[in-house]
């Protein structure tokens, strides 16, 4: 009888070793799996962040590439390419609140861009203060005359401009008024003026124009949503107004109903 229970507790301990012998295994082969595991996805996570730093360079090389190659210049690339994004997210944003004026302000911006760029292009202003310049000013010299004509013009016609949106426009006093516009007029005329006498060439003036444009597309549908953004409208697309008026509906129906009120 007692052979027999010592051949039954040896049985035991043998199967419960085994036992533990394989759980081990397994704990072992697990761990040995899952190191790999580990592994396969540290290295999957550094394959697509290589694949998306290529992508970055990709783009941002690219955009730099355009600049020089278009326009002369990394630098019109890394301006443009900048300005372009900052318009789409702009333009997202205002898609997102259903904001209207987008066409009104891509048509404003695209024959903008178009004059600037047939006229700096071609150097339109500087021929036309060369020629006012030969004629008004004959004894200045000719590499400067065209600077100095435009800069005068343009200071002459924002002064008069600014004069005029001071007087009208004025909150602290007519005079002060006039006087802050017509010498912020004056200045801003002055530096457009002189601007416009530069001679660019076409690669510049047209990367100027499309600056320009860019820029004159987000001022203005910003400044056209400001005025036609109808909030009470937005508010409703994102309120569920008709699941809440059924079950408003259902509620009172309910009411009605009154399965719970005294019985004759």
């Known amino acids: 009888m007692r052979g027999l229970l ?24 697990m761990r040995e799996i899952g190191g790999e595991i580990g592994r396969a996805v540290g290295l999957a996570f550094g394959a697509v962040g290589c694949l998306t730093l290529l992508l970055l360079l990709l783009f941002v090389g690219g955009i730099l590439f355009l600049g020089e190659w278009i326009f002369g210049s990394i630098g019109w690339g890394l301006l443009l390419g900048s300005e372009a994004l900052l318009v789409i997210a702009l333009s997202m944003v205002l898609a997102a609140v259903r ?13 903008a861009g178009l004059i600037l760029a047939v006229g700096l292009g071609v150097s339109l202003t500087n021929l036309l203060w060369t020629t006012v310049g030969a004629a008004l000013l004959p ?11 435009g800069t005068l013009a343009g200071a002459v016609v924002g002064l008069i401009v600014g004069l005029i949106v001071g007087l009208k426009y004025a909150t602290f006093g007519k005079a002060k008024g006039a006087g802050a516009g017509a010498g912020g007029g004056l200045l801003a005329g ?26 004159l597309f987000a001022a203005t549908w910003g400044a056209l949503a400001r005025t036609r953004m109808d909030m009470d409208e937005l508010k409703k697309r994102f309120i569920p107004q008709t699941t809440i008026d059924t079950t408003r509906e259902t509620i009172e129906w309910a009411k009605t109903q009154n399965p719970l009120g005294p019985r004759s």
């Open 99 to 111: 904001a209207g004026g987008a066409k009104r302000a891509a048509i404003t911006a695209g024959i």
């Open 190 to 215: 002055a530096v457009f003026g002189a601007f416009s006498a530069i001679a660019f060439g076409p690669r510049v003036g047209i990367a100027l124009a499309i600056a320009v444009m860019l820029l």
């Open 139 to 149: 004894g200045i010299e000719a590499g400067v005359r065209p600077l100095l004509t």
């Open 6 to 29: 010592a051949q039954l507790r040896a049985t035991r301990d043998a199967a419960i070793a085994m036992v533990r012998a394989h759980i081990d295994l397994a704990k072992a082969e």
